[in-house]
């Protein structure tokens, strides 16, 4: 800037004034610095007649700083234009967060010109201003502009000039680096909005919303609409007759029939004829032909319920009619053809059974098309609280429906429920009767769950000092010295002379050390 009388020096600011308008007015417009530094740098060229403007930008990982727009360079130059940090003048720009003049160009060994662009020009003539671009205190690049030399200008007016407009430059990456947080964020809640909308399909009656639960809603989804054989596999409760239901339900099938086979409940004679039927007269007492639950089933599913515990001989029958799809009733000799999807289940391991040769391997490998492992409920995070609301509001009848309180919430949580969702549903119709009042309280619950429980906590403690110690011997410490003070609290129903007793330190001690728990209210 030409600083050569009050007149010109107004018209100076004027002029400087209305390209940091102009330039903020572009850094505005658009989100994408690209998109944006080019008209800034042409400003920059038609209001100040700063020439070769150029925006660099470190790239962090790399410690490479890297050209990211320049005025008045080509392609190929601004490829040239990569520095190491602190190598020439814009790297130690970069790597000292200060400004830097060159007045000569052609005077400073440091200026290495890597673009190409000066060569042929008289270097003599040309100065070569640099700034930061700060984040914070962060530099993240920097802002240089090449202007011809000239005895009149001052450069600490164009240095003063070009930090502004690198302030600029870095209020804009800091709203794209929101906006790019921003997206990410929506990114994220769009991924979870849809696994939200998988649940959506989500079987009539089986209550939950755990994450291991999700691999049996979508594969009892998939699996539906076909007429794939499924095993159910899983611990006696975890539902496997519900998941059946589901299959059945939401196949093409649901309007015919699902017949439920429970294998262990029958000796050996009678679930033969109970599968396949018999012919009057087939054994005593066969006084009259009788259809099986094979047939009954026609058109739609047979559920063989622990089909783990069936003999070898009926193995082989029923071997038999999933690979010919045909058998005979007991006593008959014509062979019936039944059009059946069949489904089973079982608690054991069948496949190590099979291996173990106490399974037929061939009927394993029938019934196990598709296998859906439904997981214990002591694996699905946040379904007990679920099924606790679910069952208590599903026992209508006994009047005014009980809420359980959090004490005996935190205790249903914690026990393992070896007898899974069935033992739970027992475990609630029995507190629903022994609770008195409106709430099912600690107290209702069976002695052996608030032990269980009990036992947890103390396993959990044991497994917090493990995993803290390694640490750090304090907090571990401290860990264990407030679970045991809440324990001790629990048993004394909150007495402290009788927890300070059980603890074996005075009451004042025990009063200093829950202060220091904020076990105090
Ligand atoms: N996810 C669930 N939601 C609601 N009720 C369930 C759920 N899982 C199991 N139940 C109920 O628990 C009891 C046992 O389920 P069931 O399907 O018979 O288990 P399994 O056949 O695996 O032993 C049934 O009363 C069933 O309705
Ligand atoms: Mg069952």
Redesign the pocket.
């Known amino acids: 800037m030409k600083r050569s009388s009050g007149k010109t020096a107004v018209r100076g600011e004027v002029r400087e004034l209305s390209m940091l308008f102009e330039i903020s007015e572009i850094l505005r417009q658009s989100m994408d610095l690209h998109e944006v530094v080019g008209p800034v740098l042409e400003a920059m060229a038609k209001h100040m007649g700063m020439v070769r403007g150029t925006i660099t930008l470190l790239n962090r990982q790399t410690g490479e700083i890297l050209i990211e727009a320049a005025h008045g360079l080509s392609p190929s130059q601004r490829e040239r234009g990569r520095y190491q940090l602190g190598e020439g003048v814009t790297g130690r720009v970069v790597a000292t967060g200060r400004p830097a003049v060159v007045p000569r160009i052609s005077e400073e060994p440091l200026f290495l010109d890597r673009t190409g662009a000066r060569k042929g020009l008289s270097r003599d003539d040309i100065s070569f201003i640099c700034v930061p671009i700060k984040l914070g205190n962060k530099v993240i690049g920097a802002l240089s502009a090449d202007r011809l030399f000239s005895e009149e200008v001052s450069f600490e007016e164009d240095v003063r000039l070009l930090s502004i407009i690198a302030s600029l430059i870095a209020q804009s990456v800091r709203l794209r680096q929101s906006a790019e947080e921003e997206r990410q964020r929506l990114i994220e809640e769009n991924i979870r909005l849809q696994e939200e909308l998988r649940e959506r399909f989500h079987p009539a ?4 919303t755990a994450k291991v639960m999700q691999g049996v809603y979508d594969l009892i989804a998939q699996v539906a609409k076909s007429d794939a054989t499924v095993l159910i596999e ?10 059946a239901h589901a299959i059945h339900y939401h196949s093409l099938r649901a309007t015919k029939p699902f017949v439920r086979v429970h294998c262990a409940a029958l000796p050996d004679t009678v679930i033969e004829s109970e599968l396949f039927g018999h012919e009057k007269g087939a054994f005593t007492g066969a006084i009259a032909q009788r259809k099986g639950r094979f047939e009954l089933a026609q058109g739609g599913s047979i559920f063989l ?1 622990e089909v783990g515990d069936l003999s070898a001989s009926t193995q082989i029958k029923l071997l038999r009619v999933l690979q010919e799809r045909e058998f005979e009733r007991v006593g008959g000799r014509t062979p019936i053809t039944v059009d059946v999807r069949v489904l089973s ?1 079982t ?1 054991k391991d069948l496949r190590g059974l099979a291996e173990a040769g106490e399974f037929r391997e061939d009927l394993f490998f029938r019934l196990n098309v598709v296998t859906l492992e ?1 997981p214990p409920l002591r694996e699905r995070e946040g379904d007990v609280e679920l ?1 606790v609301r ?1 069952f208590l509001s599903s026992f209508g009848g006994q009047g005014k429906r009980k809420t359980v309180t959090d004490r005996a919430m935190a205790v249903l949580k914690a026990y393992p429920w070896p007898g ?3 033992e739970l ?1 027992h475990c609630l119709e029995n507190a629903v009767i022994m609770s008195e009042g409106e709430e099912i309280d600690e107290g209702d619950l069976p002695r052996a769950f608030r032990e269980a429980c009990q036992e947890r906590e103390k396993e959990r403690s044991l497994a917090a000092m493990q995993e803290a110690d390694e640490m750090d011997l304090d907090g571990a410490l401290d860990e264990v010295e407030r679970r045991m003070i809440v324990r001790a609290l629990e048993r004394t129903k909150g007495i402290q002379v009788d927890a300070a007793h059980l603890l074996k330190v005075t009451p004042r001690s025990l009063r200093y050390r829950m202060r220091k728990h904020g076990l105090q209210g």
């Open positions: 009656n089986i209550i939950g899983g611990e006696s409760g975890t539902g496997k007759e519900l998941v319920d289940a608690n439904i099924l679910y899974n969702v069935r549903k």
